[in-house]
């Protein structure tokens, strides 16, 4: 079965640092991997998603993801954060069996703390 | 916004209680899925419906149940509840289907609270 890690459960940055959340994932083939982000009361936001192709893929409010197979990594980048950046940020791995017939797992979540 | 609606926001009820949540996936999306997020859990997928029909399932309790109905809304039924239920429960939706994108919209959520 798929299993997603996220090592860090609080990580705390100042405002305008960069920012790197670490996420390992243990799956047989190439999995689909997201990175969702999660505000205080609110649902989850779609941040990106890695299917194949390029391996450093963009997504929105400035974030980026590498996936390294031989790392079972796919970690996610800011090169600047901001104060509204706090939030809880999860990442997911995804099967594909044809019809994207199954759930995603999710890991633990880390939570982002900026400090001013 | 998502275009994923969920009713109730909020709902609190008693132990052995039965409840039913609603999710509207987003407009032209067949799949809805179902996810429950506590404290000591995480986000733990339930159940998927794909156009109708049930597509898979996660670890749904078999005190819970969903359907899907001919507009593609969905509902959640959790019946005899214990204080253990209480959670977000979250409904999803993505167009998954053989060939086309697969990646799954959040609803804001149902906060379930059982006294």
């Known amino acids: 079965a798929q299993s997603v890690t996220q090592p860090d459960i609080h990580i705390t940055v100042s405002e305008g640092a960069s920012l790197e959340l670490r996420c390992n994932y243990s799956y047989g083939a190439t999995p689909y991997l997201f990175w969702y982000v999660q505000s205080p009361g609110q649902g989850l936001q779609l941040l990106l998603k890695y299917f194949s192709g390029d391996t450093l893929v963009q997504g929105i409010k400035g974030f980026e993801a590498e996936f390294k197979r031989s790392q079972s990594s796919f970690n996610l980048r800011k090169p600047s954060v901001h104060w509204s950046d706090a939030a809880e940020y999860f990442c997911?791995?995804?099967?594909?069996?044809?019809?994207?017939?199954?759930?995603?797992?999710f890991g633990k979540g880390t939570h982002l703390i900026i400090q001013p | 916004d998502s275009g994923v609606t969920q009713t109730p926001k909020h709902l609190i009820t008693a132990t052995g209680q039965r409840v039913t949540l609603r999710c509207s996936p987003r407009?032209?999306?067949?799949?809805v899925y179902w996810y429950q997020q506590s404290l000591d859990q995480g986000l733990q997928f339930l159940i998927q419906?794909?156009?109708?029909?049930?597509?898979a399932k996660g670890n749904i309790l078999e005190r819970f149940s969903a359907q899907q109905f001919p507009d593609l809304h969905s509902e959640l039924n959790l019946s005899s509840l214990e204080l253990g239920d209480s959670a977000l429960y979250f409904c999803a939706s993505s167009s998954a289907g053989t060939g086309v994108s697969y990646e799954q919209y959040f609803g804001p959520g149902t906060r379930l609270t059982v006294t």
């Open positions: 419906y794909y156009n109708g029909e049930e597509r």
């Open positions: 407009s032209g999306d067949l799949s």
């Open positions: 997911a791995v995804g099967p594909y069996s044809g019809g994207g017939a199954d759930g995603l797992t």
